[in-house]
């Protein structure tokens, strides 16, 4: 399952990556704060010479899995974020790998920003999500779809405010 996820933020592009998106104080306050992730881990983060960064992530989000999705999966809902961002092309690519089920669900996402006019910015998010659990995969997908959109609405909503309230 293939969607696009879209917002828009009044900041330039190198500050929304610079002083946003890789800034450690905004993601604690995003992740622990505003959408009561139980774990969110900054597993490594290097930044190369020529501006490529490679990020890795644990996160653990308050979800309530659906029941059939519990009988193969349990409670587990934690996942590990794998990401590089490409300074030239000014992308950043996550591959979501699931603690429990990687072998059933994968998930890539593939973020970056077009400019809307002076210091404004649309963030578009490709997601593609397949999850291959027969009788149920379909319906996985959807409710991933589904707290994925959520997740990223609210993510929003606080990164604008973020934004106002820090001058950016």
């Known amino acids: 399952m ?5 917002h828009t933020f009044n900041i330039g592009a ?8 890789f800034d450690p104080e905004f993601n604690r306050a995003l992740f ?4 009561g992730f139980t774990v969110f881990k900054v597993l490594s983060n ?26 193969i999966f349990g409670e587990n ?25 990687a072998d059933k669900i994968k998930t890539r996402v593939v973020m970056w920003v077009e400019k809307k006019g002076d210091k404004q910015i649309e963030r578009v998010v490709e997601v593609d999500n397949t999850v291959k659990v027969f009788g149920i995969g379909g319906m996985l997908e959807s409710f ?7 997740n990223y609405d609210a993510a929003a909503t606080f990164t604008n405010k973020w934004i106002q309230e820090k001058g950016l």
């Open 32 to 35: 622990e704060g505003h959408l």
């Open 144 to 150: 991933i779809e589904k707290q994925t959109r959520g």
């Open 46 to 71: 290097e930044t190369a010479p020529d501006g490529t960064i490679k990020r890795k992530t644990e996160c653990a989000p308050k979800v309530e899995l659906p029941g059939p999705a519990k009988k």
């Open 77 to 101: 809902t934690s996942y590990v974020e794998d990401g590089v961002f490409d300074p030239k092309t000014q992308r950043f690519t996550v591959d979501v790998i699931p603690k429990v089920g």
């Open 14 to 21: 190198d500050d929304f990556w610079k002083k946003v998106h």
């Open 2 to 6: 293939k969607y696009t996820i879209k």
